[in-house]
């Protein structure tokens, strides 16, 4: 079975721009939750989505936004980007909701913001 | 919000030695624990998980030990392998998941 794919992989940004991030879970699961991973802070969670349904968010600023597709893959936008936004971004995919039991974790997108 | 922390940034040990690395937990209405293990360059990888009501799992080299009264959350490896360096996270959820900081795991041959 294949695993959870993150596209792209490495992406450079300038500040002011914004940015799609993919993640493709792994076949059957139908929660994805996104988490933000920085040398300073660790991993941080952004939000989780379960049947095109935003299930939680964490403490970020509304520039970082989400969605899920019917066939559950998501996307994670982060408009106006900053320095700050510098990060790896993970997404993780569970069979139920995230708190119920095992994630798998992708690769990351590794965002670069000059 | 809630904080997960660890006691100990960097580990380093024997090769063939067994490893514990420690973890604090602030939420006591948490009721699911995972350790993660994440290798440079790559995704976190699911080790043990542990459930609220159970105070110890048993993995493949793998024991998590979770003591509720003092909030403490520990992953126990048995002789450690090269292979097994790498950022150790522990997590907790309460409605969403809370990662610490992660310990280094340094094994020397």
């Known amino acids: 079975k294949a695993g959870v794919t993150q596209t792209p992989r490495y992406l450079i940004k300038t500040r002011g721009q914004q940015v799609t991030l993919s993640c493709s879970p792994i076949?059957?699961?139908?929660?994805v939750s996104w988490y933000q991973q920085t040398p300073g802070q660790g991993l941080q969670f952004l939000f989780e989505?379960?049947?095109?349904?935003?299930?939680n968010k964490g403490n970020f600023p509304g520039r970082f936004s989400g969605r899920q597709f019917s066939n559950s893959r998501s996307e994670m936008n982060v408009s106006t980007l900053e320095l700050g936004d510098s990060a790896l971004y993970l997404c993780?995919?569970?069979?139920?909701?995230?708190?119920?039991?095992?994630?798998?974790f992708g690769p990351g997108t590794r965002l670069t913001v000059l | 919000g809630e904080s997960v922390g660890l006691h100990l940034p960097t580990l380093s040990v024997q090769e063939g030695d067994n490893s514990i690395i420690n973890c604090a937990y602030s939420?006591?209405?948490?009721?699911?624990f995972i350790w993660y293990k994440q290798e440079s360059g790559k995704g976190p990888q699911f080790i043990i998980d542990?459930?609220?009501?159970?105070d110890k799992r048993q993995g493949q080299r793998v024991t998590v030990l979770l003591n509720k009264t003092v909030k403490h959350l520990s992953l126990q490896i048995a002789a450690t392998q090269p292979g097994d360096s790498a950022v150790y996270f522990c997590?907790?959820?309460?409605?969403?998941?809370?990662f610490g900081s992660g310990t280094k795991l340094n094994v020397k041959p």
């Open positions: 939420n006591s209405a948490s009721d699911y």
């Open positions: 997590a907790e959820n309460f409605i969403k998941f809370y």
């Open positions: 542990i459930r609220s009501n159970m």
């Open positions: 989505y379960f049947s095109e349904t935003q299930r």
């Open positions: 076949s059957g699961h139908r929660s």
């Open positions: 993780a995919s569970s069979l139920g909701l995230a708190g119920d039991g095992e994630q798998f």
